[in-house]
């Protein structure tokens, strides 16, 4: 399994000179099994890149091509009017949120309303692809391929989920946007048991978050400690605060290596094979 960041800022795309070494798009990442199938990650704005470089690789996976999403904050869904295979009448995308008890609207209804005409010039029923919304009902399933699948939901406004991702005895975890409400969620340490890699919301420093109760994220410091008590053997910190620039990060990420030398600050186009 490889996994390439296509976006890695939290909340809102930056697109300032000293923001070039951690990116500035917003969650996106793609996931390519050994057989070369591929599954994408939320569709933030790094999803434009990770379209134009799907057809510049000329990728032909025509049959479905998975985008799962961890929720539908806006920084999670706001690139995908601009991923270009959807605009491709031969290409099939099912897009879902796994999980149980998921509240609110449909998620189809979400995707149109984005890209309605206040919004947006091209409605979604005018793309092209074939789209399937799916919001299944399970914790765990194996498709076909021998991939394994295992949803969380974790604390964030609005309910989000976080994803196990198994293939060829090598683990995924991707946990964005979780807020450690009481202590460190048991069901997120849980969920990352032995992961190759895990991917962890790491948007505030421990002062930060002091200040940003309820705003549904995690510090670097609780990243590790999920890190810890799971026996990650990666730990990739994701979800960059827009106001947090190159120098503060790479800073921060020296803090975070002196107490877990494992942990990296996910960078845009950074890839890591397991
Ligand atoms: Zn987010
Ligand atoms: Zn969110």
Request: aromatic share 12%; proline share 4%.
């Amino acid at each position: 399994m490889k996994i390439t960041f296509y976006g890695t800022r939290g909340s809102i795309p930056v697109a300032d000179p000293d923001y070039f070494q951690f990116g500035g798009n917003t969650s996106c990442i793609l996931v390519t099994f050994s057989s070369g199938r591929i599954a994408i990650l939320d569709a933030g704005t790094g999803i434009r890149k990770l379209g134009n470089d799907l057809l510049k690789n000329s990728h032909e996976q025509y049959d479905n091509i998975s985008i799962i999403l961890s929720h539908t904050h806006w920084d999670h869904i706001q690139g995908f009017p601009y991923f270009e295979p959807a605009y491709d009448p031969r290409r099939n995308f099912t897009i879902s949120i796994c999980g149980k008890e998921r509240r609110g609207k449909d998620l189809k209804s979400i995707f149109a309303t984005q890209m309605e005409n206040d919004f947006f010039p091209v409605p979604l029923e005018k793309m092209g692809a074939n789209f399937t919304f799916l919001q299944p009902d399970i914790t765990a399933y194996e498709n076909q391929w021998g991939i394994k699948f295992v949803a969380s939901k974790h604390s964030h406004r609005g309910d989000a989920y976080g994803y196990r991702i198994e293939e060829g005895g090598k683990t995924l975890v991707y946990c964005t946007d979780v807020e450690h409400k009481h202590g460190i969620d048991p069901n997120v340490v849980a969920l990352s048991r032995n992961a190759d890699l895990l991917i962890h919301d790491a948007q505030y420093t421990p002062e930060e978050i002091k200040m940003k109760k309820g705003w549904g994220h995690s510090s670097w410091v609780q990243a590790i400690e999920v890190a810890e008590q799971a026996g990650a053997k990666k730990l990739a910190l994701f979800h960059h605060d827009p106001d947090h620039n190159d120098a503060f990060l790479s800073k921060m990420e020296k803090e975070c290596q002196k107490r877990y030398p494992r942990a990296f600050l996910a960078r845009e186009g950074g890839q890591v094979a397991l």
